[in-house]
């Protein structure tokens, strides 16, 4: 049985942070998460780019955590990810104790990163290309005390996102 790579035992990852739905349309997928699956939603949120947007909402049950994304138009980083891809999982988030660490080890295995290590006051992420033959992307995110979203943290995934045209 194939083990994996020699450092595999280091436990990179503590559990699944959250996971990130591409959704269609936010409202259905929200009635659906709420009424439907009994989550609470914690928050909704707008980010804009310099040439695209997306509207999300943060949903939350004992723990368990899922983010629906929506694009606001078709050239959305979202729409995009839609329309090649489908709705779906856009990313899973990986729980991480040292970010730097992780990113280190990860490279040196070969994965590849859209971004570079994001930080904000008590959280750090970073998001992986998009594995083409699975479809998934990764973020590895480190909390320091942040147990939410950070604005400024969303803002700055999507501009880099955005400079590099991802999905």
């Known amino acids: 049985m194939n083990q994996g790579p020699a450092d595999a035992h280091e436990n990179l990852f503590s559990n699944i942070d959250h996971i990130a739905i591409a959704v269609?349309?936010?409202?259905?997928?929200?009635?659906f998460f709420v009424e439907i699956l009994g989550f609470n939603?914690?928050?909704?949120?707008?980010?804009?780019?310099?040439?695209?947007?997306?509207?999300?909402?943060?949903?939350?049950?004992?723990?368990?955590k899922f983010v629906l994304l929506q694009g606001t138009d078709p050239d959305s980083q979202v729409s995009k990810l839609i329309k090649n891809f489908?709705?779906?999982?856009?990313?899973?988030?990986?729980?991480?104790d040292d970010i730097e660490s992780a990113v280190d080890k990860l490279s040196k295995r070969g994965l590849?990163?859209?971004t570079t290590i994001i930080s904000g006051a008590g959280l750090?992420?970073?998001?992986?290309?998009?594995?083409?033959?699975?479809g998934l992307s990764f973020e590895f995110i480190e909390r320091c005390g942040e147990?939410?979203?950070?604005?400024?943290?969303?803002?700055?995934?999507?501009?880099?996102l955005e400079r590099r045209d991802v999905y």
């Open 112 to 114: 590849t990163f859209d």
């Open 41 to 64: 939603l914690v928050r909704r949120r707008k980010v804009a780019g310099e040439k695209t947007g997306m509207i999300a909402a943060d949903l939350n049950y004992n723990g368990i």
């Open 147 to 160: 147990e939410n979203f950070l604005d400024q943290n969303v803002q700055e995934l999507f501009s880099q």
């Open 24 to 31: 269609r349309e936010l409202d259905p997928a929200i009635h």
């Open 124 to 134: 750090r992420q970073t998001f992986t290309s998009r594995d083409f033959n699975s």
């Open 86 to 96: 489908g709705p779906g999982i856009a990313h899973i988030a990986l729980a991480v």
